[in-house]
């Protein structure tokens, strides 16, 4: 665990700042700022993590640097203050690459907090921190925020802002960072341009989303891993079928802008670049013997939508095709890496870090069960594969989903057993418009292992983990329409090291 960040310090712009380094302000040359993006670091490991920036002085015009490549300098130190740097380079902003840059840093020690920062074009960049993953053999506690679902046209990042203050060693983002589309009842701000399907267009809806100085702020407290879902390319795509684009070559095309937009502005290292269409993004991450982390890709593989053939996935139906068990959520091949990872000798807590809800949610009424096809709800011979891979395994198994704009935890079963063999958490929006209070209700009625469900805060979740047990928490913002909203606990919730199952703490 570590302390809450100064945000001003990190921010860095301020008095502070200049006073300390005279040769440098934001303002480049011709008074451009090229850090209109901040700065963000990912993928912790134990002796290393990687560094992210954009040069972009004209954010929302395609950045407005031109072809020529850029140097950009970089340091790491040891302190705030910048007076012990351990390590420091170059790196090669290209045009190719949006002129991002992700340093990939080894040789560094576990478990520790290092600071970092770039200068290019006569600018320096804003200050981030960032945390190494604990010895492989070290048995830490770690404390993680979990977040998902910020359509920016729909609120402010007021969630953000009460993340940046936490002591967290990483947040994972679980999937629609940005919006392809605008949708939802009021807006308190807007996209610029329409649906987004060139690679200049994706690039300016994400320096869109990170212009916020509230994601920025996450950004800069603490190393990320993020995965998508689905609105970072299209809204219910599968694989290579968008119900918006009727060809698969042309929304391939479309994937493939769509993904090379999301690596240059991701904090994660030169093996996620996409080649073409495809891009491999999931992966484990270890935090020694506490923590097992598998970030899972549950968009670009997966079988397409059952019982809806080319329509979108958002009405509530139920057909035997769904049941079929060559139907896969994750692909075969990242399914069959998962499993042989999961035969590992595991960590105390394994965590499933995926876009969206895995427990069974019959929304349906009266006699007629009915199921939202683009969840889990359209795979469910994946998910008890998914669940038979966790029963019986020692250590602890935790599934952290987002997508369903709501809170929910759930005991998780195999079908027609009563042990519980993980423990579910879906930790709301950032922003993004949840479902009716009655539909909430409804489900909990009908689905006695779904524990726990709220849908009308916005928020983020964060998670606790020792020897002892898991701690969560729920965040709520009072008013996601208000830039400094007031953000407080909405439930808290344990898991007892040995015994899955949700129990409710005090709200
Ligand atoms: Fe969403
Ligand atoms: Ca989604």
């Avoid at 440098?24 to 993590?49: E, I, Y």
Wanted: a neutral charge; glycine letters at 10%; one cysteine or more.
């Amino acid at each position: 665990m570590s302390p809450p960040l100064s945000r001003r310090r990190v921010l860095g712009a301020g008095v502070a700042a200049a006073l300390a380094l005279p040769a440098f302000g934001s303002r480049g040359q011709g008074g451009r700022d090229p850090f209109t993006l901040g700065v963000a670091s990912g993928c912790p490991r134990p002796d290393g993590v990687v560094l992210w920036t954009r040069l972009a002085p004209e954010p929302l015009q395609g950045g407005g640097l031109g072809e020529a490549p850029v140097a950009v300098a970089w340091e790491l130190a040891d302190d705030e203050q910048f007076g012990r740097i351990v390590a420091r380079g170059t790196a090669q902003a290209t045009a190719g690459d949006a002129h991002s840059v992700h340093v990939e840093l080894t040789g560094l020690e576990p478990a520790r907090h290092y600071w970092y920062r770039f200068t290019a074009l006569g600018a320096r960049s804003p200050a981030g921190r960032t945390r190494t993953a604990p010895a492989a053999q070290a048995m830490a506690p770690v404390r993680f925020a979990f977040a998902s679902c910020q359509q920016y046209e729909q609120g402010y990042y007021a969630a953000y802002r009460d993340m940046a203050a936490q002591p967290l060693d990483l947040v994972v983002h679980l999937g629609d960072y940005i919006y392809e589309s605008s949708w939802g009842a009021r807006f308190v701000r807007r996209h610029e341009g329409g649906i987004p399907t060139q690679l200049a267009e994706f690039r300016d809806r994400y320096a869109l989303y990170k212009s916020d100085p509230d994601l920025q702020a996450a950004h800069a407290a603490c190393p990320w891993l993020a995965v998508w879902d689905d609105h970072e390319v299209a809204n219910d795509y599968t694989d290579d079928v968008s119900p918006r684009t009727a060809d698969p070559a042309q929304f391939l095309a479309i994937r493939a802008a769509a993904y090379q937009a999301w690596y240059e502005h991701m904090p994660v290292p030169a093996s996620m670049r996409p080649r073409g269409p495809h891009a491999r993004i999931h992966g484990r991450w270890r935090f020694g013997q506490m923590l097992d982390l598998f970030m899972l890709d549950g968009r670009q593989y997966r079988s397409h939508h059952a019982c809806l053939p080319g329509r979108s996935a958002s009405p509530l139906v139920d057909c035997s095709d769904r049941l079929d068990p060559s139907r896969t959520f994750f692909g075969a091949a990242q399914e069959a890496w998962l499993e042989a990872q999961l035969a590992v000798a595991p960590a105390r807590w394994t965590v499933l870090a995926q876009p969206t809800l895995l427990a069974t949610a019959d929304r349906g009424a009266g006699l007629q069960p009915a199921y939202w096809m683009d969840g889990w709800d359209g795979y469910p011979a994946a998910r008890e594969r998914l669940l038979g891979a966790l029963a019986g395994r020692p250590g602890n198994a935790l599934v952290i989903g987002g997508d369903v704009h709501a809170f929910w935890a759930a005991d998780l079963r195999r079908a027609g057993q009563d042990a519980v063999v993980a423990t579910e958490f879906v930790g709301g929006a950032i922003t993004s418009e949840g479902p009716s209070a009655a539909s909430v209700a409804a489900m909990l009625a009908r689905n006695p292992h779904l524990r726990y469900g709220h849908a009308d805060r916005r928020g983020y979740a964060m998670m606790a983990l020792d020897r002892r047990g898991c701690d969560v928490e729920f965040r709520a913002v009072d008013d996601e329409k208000d830039r400094a909203s007031a953000v407080r606990t909405l439930q808290r919730f344990a898991v007892a090291d040995g015994a899955p199952g949700v129990h409710l703490g005090a709200s």
